[in-house]
């Protein structure tokens, strides 16, 4: 096989483009690596340099299948061919229904209505509305530490950074709790019984009765925040909770969804029951597709409720058909869940040899690492967490990091057990050098 790396990146031909894209694009993003982007294959990507990467971030984790799957392909290019933009909102075609209904049988009972978005965030704003619509509530409930996106609606759930919130308040009523952290709470039997305490006893008699309150957001596992996985019981004391109340709980899948955690939906391995799920990222095999799903009783709304222009785009919804029936091929779940042990195993070894790693975490192929300066003191470490990052990145393996101090893997779910040796051979020659 070619080697990762042929020229030192960033080549002459990624610096000219980025170059030219500081011209006349939006500096509003802020990119993990000057890393341009030619063309990608399963879970490599190469730059316009003719450099490979082994890819650990399966592009935010949206190329779940793989990058360029032949079957997600074949669909787009077919489906192009007949009809693109059917203007779902005012027309009908087939393609969008054939999904949602593909979509219902994979997910739990009770969630047989699809609402057709484009993104992520997309998804959660139709979720806010909905939950407002069906309770006449105005206020939510969301976590710290949760990434649910960066429309008005979403960003008001979002409170990982406050660069992401800077200077655009202000915004809709969300009051954020604490969210559960076995690794730097007073203990794994203690944090999500603290989390609750602080809902029932702070929030709800301090700051908003819970007959005002619409719906709880929560992500099963924190992904922006640091790949976070809660105490098991957590998700089933939220769900009494919002029962013991008239309270909606929506789950915020967009991340943990696909697969990634080895079954379709992360809940299933918390055996929760949502009201509404919210969806996107890898369901769309790399084309812009979201979805909001809640059952008959919560979609309440009426025609002209909520509509998008572009939702039930037929070449996306094809996409995401191809990647359901990729995802729900036999043995799917248990192959992402033997690479997730395997790469799980492997951090564990590292975290054994290396004092900088805190703590190893994960489910599925869904798996951090957090580097602290002292596993006593905890403290993050955060320039030798970006150090090792570049180096990485510079010997060909592209990672990103999530939280405070951890580095996240999400590889595509493709990904093959030698190919989880190179990229740990890879971060250990970064972690070598970062200790030095």
Not at 18 to 46: C, F, G, H
Not at 301 to 326: Q, R
Request: overall charge negative.
């Amino acid at each position: 096989m070619e080697p990762l790396i042929k020229i030192r990146p960033p080549g002459p031909n990624a610096v000219a483009i980025l170059k030219r894209d500081a011209t006349v694009i939006s500096q509003s993003m802020a990119r993990q690596y000057p890393l341009v982007l030619q063309e990608a294959q399963d879970v490599n990507v190469w730059d316009v340099d003719g450099n490979r990467y082994l890819d650990f971030t399966a592009g935010f984790a949206v190329m779940n299948v793989g990058w360029n799957h032949p079957e997600v392909v074949h669909a787009v290019e077919q489906q192009a061919a007949h009809l693109s933009h059917a203007a779902f909102l005012s027309f009908c075609s087939e393609m969008p229904v054939a999904f949602a209904e593909r979509l219902v049988d994979v997910l739990p009972h009770g969630l047989n209505r699809v609402c057709l978005t484009n993104s992520g965030a997309e998804s959660i704003e139709a979720a806010m509305k909905l939950a407002r619509y069906h309770t006449g509530r105005k206020n939510y409930i969301s976590f710290y530490g949760g990434f649910h996106g960066r429309t008005y609606g979403a960003l008001s759930l979002t409170a990982t950074k406050s660069i992401y919130r800077a200077r655009f308040g202000p915004f809709l009523p969300v009051i954020h709790a604490p969210f559960p952290d076995p690794y730097r709470s007073s203990g794994p039997e203690s944090s999500d019984a603290d989390v609750l305490r602080t809902i029932t006893e702070e929030i709800f008699k301090k700051e908003v009765p819970p007959d005002e309150v619409a719906a709880i957001f929560v992500e099963p596992i924190q992904g922006e925040g640091g790949y976070i996985v809660p105490p098991k019981p957590f998700l089933g004391e939220l769900r009494t909770l919002c029962d013991e109340h008239g309270i909606l709980l929506i789950v915020d899948e967009v991340q943990t969804g696909c697969f990634r955690t080895g079954t379709f939906l992360a809940l299933e391995q918390f055996k929760v029951r949502p009201d509404i799920v919210c969806l996107s990222k890898a369901i769309g095999g790399g084309l812009p597709l979201g979805v909001m799903i809640a059952s008959d009783e919560v979609s309440t709304w009426l025609p002209g409720s909520h509509a998008s222009t572009f939702a039930g785009n037929n070449v996306a919804c094809a996409a995401g058909l191809a990647v359901l029936s990729i995802l729900n091929s036999e043995g799917f779940g248990d192959q992402v869940m033997r690479m997730g042990k395997h790469l799980r195993g492997r951090l564990d070894e590292l975290q054994q040899d290396y004092t900088l790693i805190g703590h190893a975490r994960g489910m599925g192929l869904m798996a951090a690492i957090e580097l602290v300066r002292s596993r006593a003191t905890k403290e993050p470490a955060v320039e030798e967490r970006q150090a090792i990052l570049t180096d990485a990145f510079e010997n060909g393996l592209a990672l990103l990091p999530a939280g405070g101090s951890a580095i996240r893997f999400c590889p595509p779910l493709t990904i093959k057990q030698d190919d989880i040796d190179t990229a740990v051979e890879i971060l250990r020659r970064a972690l070598e050098g970062a200790v030095e």
